[in-house]
């Protein structure tokens, strides 16, 4: 039975079409205090996967009060998919004193599941936090589905770690090239810089592609220089948008014609689910 969070309620019904799994329909409370309770009153059968991304707090508490509940429903058998994995950028300890965040999460969603199955984590290495299998889905093949016809494209990341998704995008469209930006991220304040590259942009269509767009900073910054430099339409892509705040504004302002992501993180702009790609490693 597929299990899903409040919110992935879409995503986790495409997973069960695509995989002819039962979806159940769990109930969600929020009691005065700020108190949460997900339950699950109907759950039948011995294999459950709950389906959480962690966008915000309240995802993690869902994800592992709906742990308990399959189990105490009588599943012998629990998988985990987290479509987006929040904090996985906080996978090491910057300062003295700051906790591994990845590390803490992982090991909480470890008590209650048997397996555990991330897309498109941030830093693959998280997977070694977890105390269980970790199967990690690669779905920014995804992405190329929704693209329109482009002119002479070109398939670009805001920075070197990034090169691969848009390498990923590129041969699934079938046609164009790749670079990337260099970006310095300052660990105290947060202020990122853009070094532009030297690929010619002028009177081509550009394709922006990163794992996350959160606030929209980098790749707005990034858009700019495209904008600058001549380039024709440019779409922004990724895997996981979060668009937290004025993140779509800041893109549209910036030159952005389109956003296009994924279901891991369920927005307006979610035009491609990873359903499948999830189904296959199940």
């Not at 459950?48 to 508490?61: E, K, N, Y």
Request: hydrophobic content about 45%; aromatic content about 4%.
């Amino acid at each position: 039975m597929i299990v899903p969070t409040s919110g992935t309620q879409t995503l986790a019904a495409a997973l069960a079409e695509e995989t002819g799994s039962p979806l159940a329909t769990p109930t969600f409370e929020r009691f005065a205090d700020g108190e949460r309770l997900a339950a699950i009153p109907e759950f039948t059968g011995e294999t459950a996967t709950v389906v959480a991304s962690t966008v915000a707090d309240g995802d993690w508490i869902e994800l592992l009060q709906l742990q308990d509940a399959v189990r105490e429903a009588g599943a012998s058998e629990v998988t985990t998919v987290i479509p987006y994995l929040g904090y996985a950028r906080q996978d090491q300890s910057f300062k003295p004193g700051q906790p591994v965040s990845a590390r803490a999460m992982a090991r909480a969603v470890s008590t209650g599941t048997d397996r555990v199955v991330l897309v498109n984590p941030h830093e693959t290495a998280v997977r070694e936090f977890f105390s269980v299998p970790v199967a990690i889905v690669d779905a920014a093949a995804t992405l190329a589905e929704p693209l329109p016809d482009l002119r002479d494209p070109l398939f670009l990341s805001p920075d070197a770690g990034a090169i691969g998704i848009a390498e990923t995008v590129r041969d699934a469209y079938g046609s164009g090239a790749t670079d990337y930006f260099e970006k310095h991220r300052d660990r105290e304040d947060g202020s990122v810089e853009i070094t532009p590259s030297d690929a010619s942009v002028a009177d081509r269509d550009v394709v922006v592609v990163d794992d996350i767009i959160a606030t929209g900073s980098t790749m707005s910054k990034s858009v700019a220089v495209l904008q600058e430099r001549g380039a024709d339409r440019v779409v922004a892509a990724c895997v996981h948008p979060v668009l937290a705040s004025n993140a779509v504004s800041k893109l549209r302002a910036a030159g952005v014609e389109r956003i296009l992501g994924t279901d891991t993180v369920e927005r307006a702009c979610s035009d491609v689910s990873v359903a499948p790609a999830i189904a296959a490693r199940l």
